[in-house]
């Protein structure tokens, strides 16, 4: 069995706390991401590291009370996104790092409340997938990121309430996204694909009479595998 070597820490408790941390390689360079909370404040770091050296550590979120951050590694560049609130409103933001530069902060999408962002790459552009919740209802909403912006948001859940989402490109070039969603008697998982640019209907995946909730999904040969 391998073992991990030159385990290292990267953040120091008496100075901060750290929660969310996220990682993205590219070629020898290592890079990651954390929330950090600091003052009564949560703000988005972000670091590079290549073996025992860091290059570079920083603040990057937009100055709000930032919430769950991730990271992806794509075509060379380093791409972030997070939730993040700030004068009374929900933001899902994006940033990337690419040629040693920074883009400025994207706001993909405002409302009142927005949680839960995942990156993944579909047709080898990368996207963005996040919960909107309002009063009574919530959504799974994804859109394309480019180094110009951020794209046009389209609702792909269908069930009122839809929380967690997550999305992959399957092993057949189908587009998969799973999620949980309450159907006014339980929490069950839901899925759907789009094919083609055709989105399939929205099945129900967990067949107990459990709660299901917190999905994952990964890429298989012949699609994608869910699971909660």
């Excluded at 991401?33 to 988005?44: A, T, Y």
């Excluded at 994006?94 to 902060?105: I, T």
């Excluded at 047709?123 to 996040?130: E, L």
């Excluded at 989105?199 to 699609?223: N, R």
């Amino acid at each position: 069995m391998e073992q991990i070597q030159n385990n290292q820490v990267i953040t120091n408790y008496h100075r901060e706390n750290a929660q969310f941390p996220g990682i993205a390689l590219d070629g020898s360079l290592v890079y990651l991401c954390w929330q950090r909370f600091v003052d009564r404040h949560d703000s988005l770091m972000a670091c590079c590291r290549q073996g025992d050296q860091v290059l570079w550590e920083t603040e990057i979120s937009d100055g709000g009370e930032v919430l769950h951050p991730v990271i992806l590694s794509h075509n060379g560049t380093i791409w972030y996104a997070w939730a993040e609130y700030a004068r009374e409103s929900w933001r899902i933001l994006a940033r990337y790092f690419r040629d040693g530069q920074w883009s400025q902060v994207m706001t993909v999408a405002a409302d009142e409340a927005l949680f839960f962002p995942r990156l993944f790459v579909w047709q080898d552009q990368v996207h963005v997938i996040w919960t909107e919740q309002h009063k009574g209802s919530a959504a799974a909403v994804l859109c394309a990121l480019s180094l110009e912006g951020a794209g046009e948001a389209q609702t792909v859940s269908v069930i009122p309430e839809a929380y967690r989402a997550c999305a992959i490109e399957g092993g057949d070039g189908s587009l998969y996204v799973a999620y949980d969603g309450f159907d006014g008697k339980q929490y069950k998982l839901f899925a759907r694909a789009c094919t083609g640019g055709v989105w399939g209907e929205e099945i129900v995946v967990s067949q107990s009479g459990d709660w299901a909730s917190t999905p994952w999904i990964a890429a298989m040969p012949g699609g994608a595998v869910v699971g909660w």
